[in-house]
């Protein structure tokens, strides 16, 4: 479980975030809101990158000011937007294992998180590749073996679907929707309300530095008023209103509710 | 970040950057031609009243801008009358060098606190810098913020893995350091690479005449300074030459 408590932050006399309640456990949440709204500032808050000002932020009864970034990072794994951050080693194994072989492990457990992460997204055979020369998609999956073979409860992912064409996307949600299953807890930063709706158990808005919304994902497109924030529904939701189905999130199920009403 | 200008209306900030840098030359000069503390220490604070009441800066942010020369300095004062003998004109010998070097720092402060990046470039340019040397200093000075930018990103994304920086001897945190500089120069090359081919795209150096939407002028006020600055330093090279003003011959034992 993370809690966070009425937390403060600001920078250069600017008011980033302004008191923000949140809980959140092995569920899938979006996190989303405007540029500026302190969406990424309250994530590197969540495995403590940012230390609160005022309130507080408690990851598994871990205070994040009393532990540091390295001790966290074996509950919160944060993948950054750009996955060229990160990547320095020669090839994708060694680029995994340079978070497990940072947390002190053997050797041998090395190996075997790495194998393991490498597996869970797809990139068996890539070992011996350089991480620069992989592909949009992969290069974001690799980022994600890098953090999930730290084996964090929770995994933070900044985008990771913006600038990936359809199929990189698709199974970026595959990888995403087995972790979920696994057991992780899953905080997705996103633009992108097409994947909210297609992820998204459940959404949380930001805005100004204050939630203003936060609940489940169908009363978030059907009860909350998202236009006014500048988001737009996802067609498939419109699609499904327009036909009188209430809240779809995609088109199998528009189709059996067809079915069911016919 | 290091950014020295400040947005006044003094009467530094109203001259020709020609003017300025041209100025900037020869304090550096005239601070060289002399090497009597007393006189150094002096010209030093002549430089500092010129900064408060020409450039409209504080002392303390002045001071704030020299301030991390402060170990140089530090190391100057205390070798000199240690390597130097007599001990007392070592000591002497490291007053004036500090106070040199502050002046340099100062006299280069006063150019840069009342010249906005854009003026000083083509400040230069219009002193016969080749265009595209202008225009890499003005590219390589924008990108300073954005790269400081993006290495903050890297620590975090690699402390995010687990990465302590602050932990272990030189050596060992030199190696950890792979980790941040070989992503921050791979998005610099991939950066500079792009921003090549942007220029190109708009047509950088296919007309080898450019013309400037902001010109330079000289006002009646910008000649009255150089010339001023100028005669000052005629004067100052007689008193120093002619008159052996301000000039004292340490070196005469030979060392």
């Known amino acids: 479980m993370i809690v966070v408590e009425d937390l403060h932050f600001g920078y250069n006399g600017k008011n980033v975030l302004r008191g923000i309640d949140f809980k959140m456990g092995r569920e899938i949440v979006a996190l989303v809101g405007p540029n500026g709204s302190g969406k990424t500032t309250f994530a590197k808050h969540l495995n403590g990158l940012l230390k609160p000002l005022k309130g507080k932020v408690v990851v598994d009864g871990l205070d994040t000011r009393e532990h540091t970034v390295a001790e966290l990072s074996k509950k919160v794994g944060y993948v950054f937007q750009n996955p060229e951050h990160m990547f320095f080693e020669e090839n994708v194994f060694r680029e995994v294992a340079f978070g497990p072989r940072n947390l002190g492990l053997s050797e041998e457990d090395v190996e075997k998180r790495v194998r393991w992460a490498i597996k869970a997204v797809g990139l068996e055979g890539f070992e011996e590749r350089s991480p620069y020369s992989l592909s949009g998609g992969e290069k974001q999956r690799l980022a994600i073996a890098c953090i999930l073979a730290m084996k964090p409860d929770y995994l933070i992912l900044d985008e990771p679907t913006t600038g990936l064409d359809a199929r990189a996307e698709r199974e970026v949600v595959s990888v995403i929707r087995s972790l979920q299953r696994e057991g992780h807890g899953i905080l997705l930063i996103t633009h992108d309300m097409d994947l909210v709706v297609r992820l998204a158990e459940r959404v949380v808005l930001l805005h100004g530095g204050e939630k203003v919304f936060d609940g489940s994902t169908e009363e978030f497109f059907t009860e909350f008023d998202v236009e006014s924030y500048g988001l737009e529904k996802p067609e498939v939701v419109k699609l499904g209103e327009r036909l009188g189905l209430g809240f779809t999130r995609n088109l199998d199920e528009i189709i059996l509710k067809l079915e069911g009403r016919a | 970040m290091a950014q020295f200008y400040i947005k006044r209306r003094s009467f530094l900030h109203s001259l020709d950057p020609r003017v300025k840098i ?74 004036s060098y500090s106070a040199r070097l502050l002046g340099f720092a100062l006299v280069t402060f006063l150019l840069l606190m009342t010249t906005t990046q854009k003026d000083l470039v083509l400040g230069f340019v219009k002193l016969g810098l080749p265009y595209e040397l202008g225009l890499t200093l003005t590219i390589s000075i924008r990108y300073i913020p954005t790269l400081y930018g993006i290495a903050g990103t890297i620590i975090d994304a690699q402390r995010s893995r687990g990465l302590e920086l602050e932990k272990g001897n030189i050596l060992v945190r030199l190696k950890k350091m792979s980790a941040v500089l070989i992503p921050l120069i791979v998005t610099s090359l991939k950066t500079a690479h792009e921003l090549s081919i942007a220029l190109e795209s708009r047509a950088f150096g296919a007309s080898k005449k450019r013309t400037y939407l902001r010109d330079l002028k000289m006002t009646k006020r910008d000649y009255a300074f150089l010339i001023a600055m100028v005669a000052c330093f005629m004067i100052a090279v007689y008193a120093r030459y002619a008159l052996g003003f301000g000039y004292v011959n340490f070196y005469r034992g030979g060392a």
């Open chain 2, 22 to 95: 041209i100025g900037m030359l020869i304090g550096i000069f005239t601070l060289m031609l002399f090497n009597e503390p007393l006189l150094l220490i002096g010209l030093f604070t002549a430089l500092l009243i010129m900064g408060k009441f020409l450039a409209g800066a504080d002392f303390s942010y002045q001071f704030k801008l020299l301030k991390p020369l402060l170990p140089i300095v530090i190391i100057t004062l205390v070798v000199w009358p240690v390597i130097y003998k007599p001990r007392i004109e070592g000591f002497f010998i490291g007053i």
